[in-house]
């Protein structure tokens, strides 16, 4: 069998941690010391390595076979097989180890005993097994076998099994037992196995989940996933799409051999009905089977009260493969028949989704499995639940059937927006708001009334659809009942939405506001006003507010007993805004690195494919924000190839921008400029667009000598994008003063954002630009000390534009084009442009004199000249040190004085 553990090493004898190195093999894993079960081998003592398979024995035995070979050990390797199974010695026959068969009846006296290493030992026939125990209690050989153990608690060892165990029971060998995977220990195979970290946060995740513990599975899905990324192929697309004799699909056909047929059943049965909770599963599947998948991790439980049920499609398909007749179809009928006799709220759509579908098969009638629903809103609850399932699986034809087989018990409206649903997944947006606009706003009631106009906002906003008849529809829907609140309130949440698809902050916190003030506002509705207002408070500067509001929100996506993540959706969207406010605040990522893997797995487990690709962009803001630049590149090339639902259209761009930025904070300019080229085709005039490509504009274009296109794109941000958010502001700002020279309107707004947004980042940045158009060192080093509290990849963004390393920084991505070639560091240009002058003035006016200062002016420059701090200043004169800092400036300004000091020596007369 191949590696399964990981790469080839230095040779010797030698663990480090959890990783042992023998020979040029090393295995990963704290229950496994290769080097020291070669050191119990020379030492004359046997061993049985059992595990699970997949659990990564064969690849054990090279590197102990490896380690015996590296200090010159005889041995002999013997290779189990189940075609030589049925053979009297047929293993040791073909290993050319015909030796050990002589020496049990002519033994070589004197002679110290062999070592024999031993592969798939419970293939071996029985008198060969049988054999190999009794030279080892003859002490002819030391032997180290491998031994599989059934994950099956219906299967056993066989014959060879129980001989080679029963060598350890009676203290003739010791034992070593190698487990399935633990989750760290997964991640540092993968760290192996994806050595150049293409596979992001999200990806890596998801093979986890469909592993279930395999390390031969877990390689050979790692293998599959690296190679669909290298093509440009979404790799948990790939997973999804595996060929049918794959070598994915070929390991997993040799897991699942090790499974009753009743175990099968219930992985099928689990995945086909995914989300059942854990005692309705217990009704339609054999119990005892379920218990046992549970303990061994193939089938697993969510966490929550419910205790939702989940497989790995991977796995559950080969399962299913196994299944003889119609076992699966019959289990599944029975499945409907026992939801529909005790149904409750709490079943999942996938139930809903399993009884639609044998309705559909019934050809229009309800037939038996449908008879105990008599009741129509019964009926039509579960025609939408398993609608929109099938919707959110990516399978709008069977949507669209299900919509077809309900006309006669759903409602014109709810027909409607079920067709446009899965119409807008079938990227159809025109059929999308065909089947919508067809309907008639008076006559509706008030709560349908609300449904139809949530949707309809929907597609105008997430879906970027601006057909007119849409718009016309929309404001249909709003005038046909101006005086119901809670219309009022759904169509001030979707105005807030695009305020902030707009890049219009201060407008979206103000209609969130209203939203959440309105008495009738539902939970959905308050919710989505909730997260507008808290990234909107984070872009404005109250962070205090949008923290508090995150919390809020994502406490009410928990589990309340469990505290487990129980809705994907929200939890999903408000990850990824936190993470954007807080990388935009500088604020500490650690709550969203703490929380993202648990709603990321829930995500999994649900399939949740817009939900997978929020998450990715989530997952890239939060290592961007840290320095972890390469697996930032990962996860922002995930976001955008998950972008191909319509309902995610629009973020495509801001992906791609995204991860142009990321490669060239991580030193890779050639790729981010191909990266943004390929965002820059695809966008289309949109602000959220627009807001991207200047601000990927503004920090890639100085590695290309283009200075003044990047201060053309800083300048249009400043001008559209960050009006009213000085969060994003004091960061477009700080990038036009260090690509142009600094003028009056600049440093005076620099120093007004410190009082706007008290948050680490933007007051680092404006301290940074105010102490250079200052010259005030003091204000310079608080700066310094207040980017050291945010992120590495703000203090790496800040370096490409100054110039100015940080302690524990790599370097600036920034360097110069060529030799003696245009400046790429904006650093260079800025100090160009200050050479022999002070701070340059967009006036061109002369410098002044004294008399151009006002009296306070004077007063402070005074105390310059004396040599006081700004510090000091502002406590003599009891004014704060920002309105000192400001009033310097303007002395310096008038004066034209190239820095303090020569403020000081103009003040008090003193000579050049």
Known sequence: ????????????????????????????????????????????????????????????????????????????????????????????????????????????????????????????????????????????????????????????????????????LRGEADRLDLHLLDEATAL??????????????????????????????????????????????????????????????????AEIAQYSPDECLVLAVIEALSGIGY??????????????????????????????????????RAAARTLSGDALEEALSAAARSALADWHPRRSARESLNIVSRWQSARGSPGEVLAPATDDAFARQLVISAARDADRLGRYDLALSFVRLGDVRLSPAATAVLRS??????????????????????????????????????????????????????????ASAPEEDALAAEAAVADAELSALGMDWPAAVERARFALGSPAISTV???????????????????????????????????????????????????????????????????VADRLPGVIDAAVLEDHRAALCVLSMAAGSMNWNSGAFTDAIADYAATALRCDLLELAIWRPVALYSHAIALHSAHRHDEAMAVFARAEREDRPHPIHEYARNLAESMLLPAEGDLSGAAAAAEQLIATSSQGTPTLESRDRFMLATLTTSDTETAERMLSLLDEADLPLPRALAEDVTARALDDEELAEQSRRHLLGVGPGWREFVAGFTGEAFPGSPASPVSPVSPGGPASRPALRIVESRVGGGPAKTTGAAPGTLSDLTERE??????????????????????????????????????????RRELGRLVSGEPA
């Open 858 to 899: 004077v007063e402070i420059a005074e105390l310059v000249a004396h040599g006081l701090s700004n510090r000091q200043i502002a406590a003599e004169l009891f004014l704060s040190v920002r309105t000192v800092e400001s009033h310097v400036y303007q002395a310096r300004i008038k004066l034209g004085a190239a820095s």
């Open 279 to 316: 005692a309705d599963a217990r009704r339609v599947v054999e119990p005892s089977a379920l218990e046992a998948l549970l303990d061994e991790g193939l089938v697993h439980d969510d966490g929550t009260t419910e205790r939702r049920l989940y497989v790995s499609p991977l796995v559950a």
């Open 188 to 253: 540092d195979l993968l760290d192996r196995f994806d050595s150049e970290h293409l596979l992001g946060l999200v990806t890596r995740r998801a093979l986890l989940f469909h592993a279930s513990g395999s390390r031969a599975l877990l390689r050979e899905l790692a293998t599959e996933c690296v190679a669909a990324k290298r093509t440009g192929v979404d790799p948990l697309r790939r997973i999804r799409e595996l060929p049918r004799w794959s070598r994915v699909e070929t390991t997993l056909e």
């Open 421 to 478: 649903r899965a119409m807008v997944g079938a990227r159809d947006g025109g059929s999308a708001v065909d089947a919508l606009v067809a309907l008639d706003p008076s006559a509706l009631d008030p709560a349908t009334r609300k449904r139809v106009l949530r949707w309809a906002l929907a597609l105008r906003n997430r879906h970027a659809l601006e057909d007119p008849r849409l718009r016309e529809f929309i404001d249909r829907v709003s």
């Open 1 to 168: 069998m191949g590696d399964v553990d990981g790469t080839d090493t230095a040779g010797g004898l030698s663990t480090v941690g959890g990783l042992s190195t023998v020979g040029g093999l090393s295995t990963v894993g704290a229950d496994r010391d290769a080097a020291r079960t070669a050191r119990t081998a020379l030492a004359g003592r046997s061993v049985v390595v059992a595990g699970p398979l997949g659990s990564g024995k064969s690849h054990y035995l090279k590197a102990v076979g490896s380690s015996l070979g590296a200090v010159g050990a005889p041995h002999l390797v013997i290779q189990g097989s189940t075609a030589l199974a049925g053979i009297e010695y047929g293993a040791i026959k073909a290993a050319g180890a015909r030796r050990l068969i002589d020496d049990l009846d002519d033994p070589n006296e004197g002679t110290p005993p062999t070592i024999v290493v031993v592969d798939d030992a419970h293939d071996l026939d029985e008198a060969g097994a049988l054999l190999l125990a009794r030279l080892v209690y003859l002490r002819r050989i030391t032997l180290v076998a491998g031994l599989t153990l059934p994950r099956s608690s219906a299967a056993t060892v066989g014959a060879a099994g129980h001989a080679l165990l029963e060598l350890w």
């Open 525 to 591: 509705t308050r919710i989505r006003a909730s997260l507008v207002l808290a990234l909107g408070s984070a872009y404005t500067g109250d962070w205090g507010r949008a923290e508090a509001l995150f919390r809020a929100i994502e406490l009410g996506t928990r589990d309340t007993v469990t505290g487990r993540t129980n809705d994907v959706t929200t939890a999903s969207w408000t990850l990824c805004f936190e993470a954007l406010g807080r990388m935009a605040a500088g604020a500490d990522m650690t709550p």
